[in-house]
């Protein structure tokens, strides 16, 4: 870059000219001349702005200049390609979302130019937000998987680390989750009952099957086996994408018919020709579960829960009765062990008992011997 002065028709003028060569490709350079400027300050400014100008054309001959809002659309559009893997319609939607979401302030920038401060500030505002480590967790694998796919395809250039690679998440203290005790869902059912309120055989089903929403939702008579004493889970309904597709889990799974679950079902089934098991209401296809089932929990004075924590209610019962963890695993189809141990401990069956061994407390008839013999004394 320079400034030089001259002369012209009697007057001072000056001359800017700035030459930037690329360190990545020393072949690629960019330069430009601006001439018959009044003054040096604004010689000055005037170079500043080539500076920039030049610097976003440098970058767009080495190819840097792919913003991240860029990036992110290759990657969903290979993704729903199958070029990278086996990611369902549901997950590339989530995926794409939560980016658009939480990094909407990169979007326009060069991705080259996201750095650890960007991907700091990404991390303090979802903790701002309260968001669990789990999400952000997941946030963060995200913009990895995204970014690490513009570098390997030649998107970005010039860096080879994403900008939260290496950023430690500092863990919040685990909450106890919101679930109702044994007591809790008998009241909670008959109050239901007894209202005759039109969600009972939802949360009903929910409670003695520990199905997900969706899949309760896409539950069809097809499933329902009588003869045999089962309910097969093998689809579930997506809201985002308004269809029917496979469980969490991928794969198909049987539900033990209990008695009341059987007494339920035939209840059901008397009182509808409809291929699916339970109302459809307006409220549940909308994803407004949860905002039901609250506010009836709070009409009758019990605790406020989400929809899905009916499921871990159902797991947490059957394994407080003794129904083993591998069997309950099983059942309501979790691959992941940390799940399952993670119900386990809120259902206390690896501590139950534990401490039955101590017997440290003087009985009532230990103190009284005690007394008396003071008084004999």
């Not at 009241?187 to 009972?200: D, G, I, S, T, V």
């Not at 929403?213 to 045999?228: H, I, K, P, R």
């Not at 994803?287 to 924590?309: E, N, R, T, W, Y």
């Not at 009985?363 to 003071?374: G, K, R, T």
Request: hydrophobic residues 40%.
């Amino acid at each position: 870059m320079a400034i030089r002065c001259y002369e012209k028709n009697g007057n001072k003028l000056y001359q800017v000219y700035v030459n930037l060569r690329s360190k990545i490709d020393l072949k690629l350079r960019v330069q430009k001349t601006v001439s018959d400027l009044k003054s040096l300050s604004l010689a000055r400014r005037e170079e500043n702005r080539i500076h920039q100008e030049l610097g976003k054309k440098l970058m767009e001959l080495e190819g840097l200049c792919e913003t991240w809002e860029s990036v992110i659309d290759k990657w969903e559009e290979e993704a729903k390609s199958g070029i990278l893997g086996t990611y369902n319609s549901a997950t590339i939607m989530d995926h794409t979302a939560s980016l658009r979401n939480w990094t909407k302030s990169w979007l326009k920038i060069p991705a080259s130019e996201l750095g650890k401060a960007n991907g700091r500030d990404l991390i303090k505002r979802m903790t701002n937000a309260e968001k669990s480590i789990s999400f952000i967790k997941k946030v963060k694998n995200n913009v990895n998987v995204v970014y690490n796919f513009g570098i390997e395809e030649g998107f970005i250039k010039g860096v080879n680390q994403s900008p939260v690679y290496g950023i430690k998440i500092h863990h919040k203290q685990e909450k106890v989750p919101d679930i109702l005790s044994l007591e809790e869902i008998k009241k909670f059912l008959f109050e239901a009952r007894r209202q005759q309120h039109p969600w009972y055989p939802i949360w009903s089903a929910a409670l003695l099957t520990g199905m997900r929403n969706g899949e309760l939702y896409a539950l069809e008579w097809g499933d329902v086996d009588f003869e045999n004493e089962i309910v097969r889970v093998s689809k579930s309904f997506n809201k985002r994408i308004n269809e029917i597709k496979s469980t969490k889990a991928g794969y198909w799974r049987n539900v033990p018919m209990s008695p009341e679950l059987k007494n339920l079902l035939i209840s059901l089934k008397s009182s509808t020709e409809d291929k699916f098991v339970l109302p459809r209401f307006n409220d549940w296809r909308r994803g407004d579960q949860s905002k039901v089932l609250k506010m009836f929990l709070v009409g009758i004075g019990l605790p406020k829960i989400k929809f899905h924590a009916l499921r871990a209610c159902f797991a947490t019962q059957l394994l407080a009765k003794g129904t083993p963890p591998a069997i309950v695993m099983k059942i309501c189809g979790w691959r992941d062990l940390k799940t399952m141990e993670f119900y386990i401990r809120v259902a206390g069956v690896d501590e139950k008992g534990a401490t039955d061994c101590l017997n440290i407390l003087p009985s009532d008839a230990e103190v009284m011997e005690n007394v008396v013999n003071l008084f004999k004394h």
